[in-house]
């Protein structure tokens, strides 16, 4: 199978406010009101993942398999944070993505996101069988 409308260059970038929701206090991943890791990281993913699907055949989806990312920013609650995911290799079934990630005052966190093609169907129910062993 091959994936014609995925090339290097492509860019995506998704958008959101950051609520309390959102915070290391809330996630647990710290004792702050602000914006959380791993909530950065879930948008960046999020602007990885949706790029990879708009230029997939329906029967086709990508998973995460790695995200080497620096949160190097803090983001306040009510504030505005934009993930930007651009691809920057593409081999075979597995898609390579710079990140970025920015709030109003400029970037807060950078890295790389590595996504792979799998087919729904037949890794929907590799997973299922797992409950079955």
């Given at each position: ?18 609520t ?41 989806t ?72």
């Open positions: 199978m091959t994936f014609e409308k995925l090339s290097v260059g492509l860019k995506n970038s998704v958008a959101q406010a950051v309390a929701n959102d915070t290391a206090l809330a996630v647990g991943s710290g004792s702050l009101n602000v914006l959380a890791t791993p909530k950065m990281l879930a948008l960046m993913e999020k602007a990885a993942a949706d790029l990879a699907e708009a230029n997939l055949p329906a029967e086709w990508s998973v995460g398999i790695s995200l080497n990312v620096e949160h190097i920013a803090p983001t306040p609650v009510g504030m505005q944070v934009r993930a930007e995911a651009e691809l920057v290799e593409f081999d075979g079934r597995k898609i390579i993505f710079s990140v970025a990630a920015y709030d109003e005052c400029g970037e807060i966190g950078r890295g790389r996101h590595e996504r792979f093609i799998v087919n729904r169907e037949k890794f929907q129910a590799k997973a299922n069988a797992k409950k079955n062993s």
